[in-house]
């Protein structure tokens, strides 16, 4: 058996970001240029089993450069404002690598192919089927991003400010993509001469098709802001606020036979209440927010029917009609010294699809593929309705070598969730708590170096945050499992 290469290599090769200001007339002139690269190389073994089935993984280039400028000044005591362009560009190449091995072919046969070649006299050809096959799909987006943006805080008075903020920004956007199969050393396919090798062999790489580009994309978003707030005193304020936003739309491909698809924009309404508070003497903080979201043509994951693959389905990016989210959301902190701090925060979100009556059924509820499931009213995928954190840090002088004491711990809990873009009810992910801990030492001016013994997940709790169904090729996939207990010693410096 071939060697199994696993895990990830990415690699950013550049990133990097420069600010410049300029004082100009009676205000500001500021520019932000940057600049990012980014290689990833995913190698993994795809089945995750003893068997050599296939090795797979998604090779990324992508670039990005943006230029913001904006100008900020106050005409007036009662007045700031800033107003500023923004431009983008980003392209990306995107090659999904799937390269078979020996036995690949008798993991994809069907019971029938299987028992025709699984005999002393064809057996290598059920073996040479996928055997070194090497299927990759390119995908290659492009966006060009231009924005125009204003905000202005009005001081009605000196307690009451009203802010209000417009963004137009204009996207144009292409695409284009490429299905192609070959041996692993670039020669081309053959037929194997035998009609269940060949037809085991066409059922995992349908529709191969040469590079093209889709019709481009292009389209105008506004987003705009209105917040006011009130300082009842030096203590406490509170304030409102209503927003909207978009996001662009995008260019798709069915994965099948490179048709484009083009996702619908993801347009949001929001309605936040809030107060923002310090009580005894500044040693408690305490900030509530209140918060009613909706949003139509909500960009996700989906499953569609697709008669042509092997599971009946395909995932790709879609709209789902609508979801809302409307909850509660609490900071808080207390200072008892000048060196020990105690914080929690939690959230209630109740976040459910309000409009999703034609959803694809999860795998093991479908015994039709063009049955559908409603699922309005069910807990949005990967959204816990319940989520808080506590913790306590501690920064001490030691009394002796100008050192400084640092020890703290915090606590992550999540209420169940389901992680399953379908609802499975594999998919559901059992409440979990993540408990870090760690203790060290500070020293030198304005604490240059510091040394910390750590503990991440110190109860060494089991969680996923990813889960994908099972299919009639493999089996439910836990693919996104939190990290493990980990110990280690941290040396930290500024210069």
């Known amino acids: 058996m071939r060697k199994i290469t696993k895990g990830t290599e990415p690699a950013?090769?550049?990133?990097?970001?420069?600010?410049?200001?300029?004082?100009?007339?009676?205000?500001?002139?500021?520019?932000?240029?940057?600049?990012?690269?980014?290689?990833?190389?995913?190698?993994?073994?795809?089945?995750?089993?003893?068997?050599?089935?296939?090795?797979?993984?998604?090779?990324?280039?992508?670039?990005?450069?943006?230029?913001?400028?904006?100008?900020?000044?106050?005409?007036?005591?009662?007045l700031d404002n800033q107003t500023g362009t923004f431009f983008m560009h980003t392209e990306t190449d995107s090659l999904s690598r799937t390269l078979y091995g020996q036995d690949a072919g008798a993991f994809y046969a069907s019971n029938k192919q299987y028992a025709a070649l699984n005999t002393a006299a064809n057996h290598g050809l059920l073996t040479s089927s996928l055997n070194n096959v090497y299927s990759t799909t390119l995908t290659s987006p492009a966006t060009d991003s231009a924005a125009i943006f204003d905000q202005a805080n009005i001081h009605l008075t000196d307690k009451a400010t009203l802010t209000l903020g417009v963004r137009e920004t204009f996207e144009s956007k292409t695409a284009g993509t490429q299905k192609s199969a070959s041996?692993?050393?670039?020669?081309?396919?053959?037929?194997?001469?035998?009609?269940?090798?060949?037809?085991?062999?066409?059922?995992?790489?349908?529709?191969?098709?040469?590079?093209?580009?889709?019709?481009?994309?292009?389209?105008?978003?506004?987003?705009?802001?209105?917040?006011?707030?009130?300082?009842?005193?030096?203590?406490?304020?509170?304030?409102?606020?209503?927003?909207g936003g978009e996001k662009s739309g995008s260019i798709q491909f069915n994965s099948s036979d490179g048709s484009t698809l083009y996702v619908k924009p993801e347009k949001s309404l929001d309605f936040e209440l809030g107060a923002k508070s310090l009580f005894l003497n500044k040693k408690v903080m305490l900030n509530v927010n209140l918060y009613h979201t909706t949003v139509t043509d909500y960009q996700a994951t989906t499953s569609v029917v697709d008669p042509t693959t092997s599971t009946g389905y395909r995932s790709q990016l879609g709209n789902i009609p609508e979801i809302t989210a409307m909850g509660l959301e609490v900071d808080s902190a207390y200072y008892p010294t000048s060196y020990l701090t105690f914080n929690a925060g939690g959230a209630f979100n109740h976040a459910t699809y309000t409009d999703w009556h034609t959803a694809t059924c999860p795998t093991e509820i479908t015994s039709d593929i063009a049955k559908v499931c409603d699922n309005t009213g069910k807990q949005v995928v990967g959204a816990p309705e319940l989520t808080g954190i506590f913790g306590v840090d501690l920064h001490k002088p030691m009394g002796f070598g100008g050192l400084t004491g640092h020890a703290w711990a915090n606590s992550v809990?999540?209420?169940?969730?389901?992680?399953?873009?379908?609802?499975?009810?594999?998919?559901?992910?059992?409440?979990?708590?993540?408990?870090?801990?760690g203790i060290?030492?500070?020293?030198?001016?304005?604490?240059?170096?510091?040394?910390?013994?750590?503990?991440?997940?110190?109860?060494?709790?089991?969680?996923?945050?990813?889960?994908?169904?099972?299919?009639?090729?493999?089996?439910?996939?836990?693919?996104?499992?939190?990290?493990?207990?980990?110990?280690?010693?941290?040396?930290?410096?500024?210069?």
Do not use: C
Request: proline share 1%; no cysteine; net charge negative.
């Open 12 to 78: 950013e090769l550049a990133n990097w970001k420069r600010k410049l200001d300029w004082d100009v007339g009676p205000g500001t002139l500021t520019s932000i240029t940057a600049y990012r690269q980014l290689h990833f190389d995913a190698k993994n073994d795809s089945d995750e089993t003893q068997f050599d089935i296939n090795r797979g993984g998604t090779l990324v280039d992508t670039s990005q450069y943006s230029e913001e400028l904006r100008y900020a000044w106050s005409p007036t005591k009662w």
């Open 183 to 243: 041996y692993y050393d670039g020669s081309e396919l053959k037929a194997t001469g035998d009609k269940n090798a060949d037809a085991i062999r066409s059922g995992q790489l349908k529709n191969s098709y040469a590079y093209r580009e889709a019709d481009g994309l292009d389209a105008f978003s506004t987003s705009w802001l209105a917040n006011p707030s009130y300082k009842i005193n030096d203590n406490l304020m509170v304030y409102t606020s209503a927003a």
């Open 413 to 437: 809990i999540r209420s169940s969730q389901n992680l399953e873009a379908q609802l499975s009810s594999w998919g559901k992910q059992e409440a979990y708590q993540v408990t870090d801990l």
């Open 440 to 495: 060290g030492v500070f020293t030198g001016q304005k604490n240059k170096y510091e040394v910390n013994l750590i503990t991440t997940n110190v109860f060494d709790t089991h969680y996923t945050t990813s889960v994908n169904n099972f299919s009639n090729t493999g089996a439910v996939g836990y693919d996104g499992i939190g990290a493990r207990r980990y110990v280690g010693l941290v040396l930290r410096s500024t210069f």
